[in-house]
């Protein structure tokens, strides 16, 4: 599975940026998907997680503010950021996940940067 991100850049807080993240290869095997980010000096974290049925999950931090969403006839994955504050800075990663997660698959990452 390869999976490409597109969509970061720099924005001012309180804006907003949509991430793509389009997947490719063996993706019958992949049961979810979902948006990771890493801040400079700190552990990847869970943004927001999707699964095969439109099951969806967030991190507490963005719960109310970012939306995740699927197009399977496009094999892509969204992530709709509003309200962005600065904390929101870090590089993004797509993931794609294989039932039970037994294998997942990442993206190069995007930076999304949030001007204070």
């Known amino acids: 599975v390869q999976l490409v991100e597109s969509g970061g850049g720099l924005v001012q807080a309180g804006g907003s940026l949509r991430l793509s993240c389009v997947a490719s290869g063996s993706i019958f095997s992949i049961a979810a998907m979902g948006w990771y980010r890493q801040a400079p000096g700190k552990q990847r974290e869970l943004v927001a997680r999707?699964?095969?049925?439109?099951?969806?999950n967030y991190a507490d931090s963005v719960k109310g503010r970012f939306t995740i969403s699927r197009n399977n006839a496009k094999n892509t994955v969204y992530l709709q950021m509003n309200s962005l504050k600065h904390e929101d800075t870090a590089v993004y990663y797509c993931?794609?996940?294989?039932?039970?997660?037994?294998?997942?698959?990442w993206g190069q990452g995007t930076q999304v940067t949030v001007s204070s």
């Open positions: 993931s794609a996940s294989t039932l039970g997660d037994a294998y997942v698959y």
């Open positions: 999707i699964g095969n049925g439109g099951s969806t």
